[in-house]
């Protein structure tokens, strides 16, 4: 048997939830993520260009105050019912986009819109974590992650094809219908709530607001700070990549600003399958240590990038480095989470990955001040920030006897 066979063979051990999830997953990244590509030009539209790093700047601060309160939920109460909030919310404000088309209308719908992510993934990659043995973590993050980055992608692609066949309008109308379809499969999903029962026996919590409330020991889970410090400074990456691919698209005169992210999808999803197994194998700080080497080097490309081909090379490059370190920093977290505060690591975990999307937000508009020529100093400033990943790494490695 060959190893595909062997591998898709291995894949019916996972349970039919764990398949729902993944699609449920790729509907409702496609449907937020479709709107990305064209924000920068809808708040250029409303006056306000210097303001273009709230459009993810906002989002994240909204979700990473959310994130405390959705992972004692999901700990507490149900990992569906976060999931459920979060998808509820993200299709309430897509529909409502349309009403309010001034400036700071749309900013505070933006600040709203980012408690949806604050909420579903919580759940979702809790919930993951339950249904797969611990012994697939690494494979099952990989594929979990496909599913994320197909949704991504798509809709990182089709946002610019909508918004030019059917307005902006439209485009929020089409996020909030695809959000409804991710809102349905969720009813066949099943959870089971035997842990969570448990994690409240154990705590002695008998009230909801006991259930609800954070206290800071169930905030923040110092035991996953390593896979924290890592996925921020990757997200910080995907922080100036998604603020910047646009303008520099428009610079390129390629109508199509989320073409970047939809080219290189066949990649990741290649090398997410692969990056999974070798999470599994080999560990994963060396499958980190080779993504920001990848990542690096799609910084420096595209600091340098002029045409649509060199384009494609760096979102291909930028592309393989992002799919290998997902797996591993969802895996690494699943592995040193609290298993009776699972959805504390995760949501610690999240805090800084939305702090990073911030973080690359606000200093690339800073660094690029609405200037073309300032975008190769903001690109290298993200590949310096892979060489210092890489010297985390080494230097927090410790020996295992």
Known sequence: MSVASTYFSNLKEYKTSFWMLCIHMLLFAASFNML????????TELGREDLIWMNLGLWTIAAAISRPFSGKIADNISRKSVMFIGVLVSIIICFIYPLLPYVLGFLILRFLHGFSTGFQPTGATALVADVIPKGKRGEAMGIFGITITVGFSLGQGMGSIIKTAVGMQGLFLIAGIVGMISFLLILTIKED???????????????????????WDEIFGIEVIQPSVMIFLTASLFGFFVLLIPELSTHLGIENKGLFFAVHLPFVVIMR??????????????????????????????????????????????????????????????????????????????????????????????????????LPTAFMVGAFLCVFGMLFLAFTYKRKS
Do not use: H
């Open 273 to 374: 399958f692969v990056a999974g197994k070798l999470t599994d194998k080999y560990g994963a700080r060396r499958n980190l240590f080779v993504s920001l080497i990848f990542l690096g080097i799609g910084c420096v490309l595209t600091a340098y990038c002029n045409s649509l081909n060199m384009l494609i090379v760096c979102s291909i490059v930028y592309g393989i480095g992002a799919a290998i370190s997902s797996p591993a920093v969802f895996a690494w977290t699943a592995d040193l989470a609290n298993p009776v505060y699972k959805g504390r690591g995760m949501g610690t975990m999240f805090i800084f990955l939305e702090l990073g999307i911030f973080s690359g937000n606000y200093v690339g508009q800073k660094i690029y001040q609405n200037q073309v020529e300032n």
């Open 193 to 215: 709530k035997e842990v969570i029962r448990k994690n409240c026996e154990d705590k002695g919590y008998t009230t909801l607001w006991e259930k609800i409330l954070p206290k």
């Open 36 to 43: 990305i590509p064209e924000l920068n030009s809808y708040l």
